[in-house]
Nanobody, 124 residues
Framework: QVQLVESGGGLVQAGGSLRLSCAPS????????MGWFRQAPGMERECVAA????????YYSDSVKGRFTISRDNAKNTVYLQMNGLKPEDTAVYYC?????????????????WGQGTQVTVSS
């Protein structure tokens, strides 16, 4: 069983940056595709960034393209989401997710394992 633990959330002013980290436990995740999702109150969970197991392909939602970067360090068994130019509309709970499939996934139902989420709040 893979358990994912996110960290790095917090309160930041508009225009600021945060880096989220996701560290799976229980097994190595080097063969897993990874994704970052977010969910604001009353909204559906949406994928903001995803990558294949070897980082050969990435996906970004239009709302974060050019501002967010997903990356992974398989040696450290950690995946990151660097968030720059944060906006109040980026406020949400951010979730890390993993899937044991080769192709890129951007829908919540395509992912097998989820973290507990970390709150990101951007003040105006």
């Amino acid at each position: 069983q893979v358990q994912l633990v996110e960290s790095g959330g917090g309160l930041v002013q508009a225009g600021g940056s945060l880096r989220l980290s996701c560290a799976p436990s229980g097994r190595t995740f080097s063969n897993y595709g990874m994704g970052w999702f977010r969910q604001a109150p009353g909204m559906e969970r949406e994928c903001v960034a995803a990558m294949t197991w070897n980082a050969g392909r990435t996906y970004y939602s239009d709302s974060v393209k050019g501002r967010f970067t997903i990356s992974r360090d398989n040696a450290k068994n950690t995946v990151y989401l660097q968030m720059n130019g944060l906006k109040p509309e980026d406020t949400a709970v951010y979730y890390c997710a993993a899937r044991y499939r080769a192709v890129l996934g951007s829908r919540p139902d395509e992912y097998d394992y989820w973290g507990q989420g970390t709150q990101v709040t951007v003040s105006s």
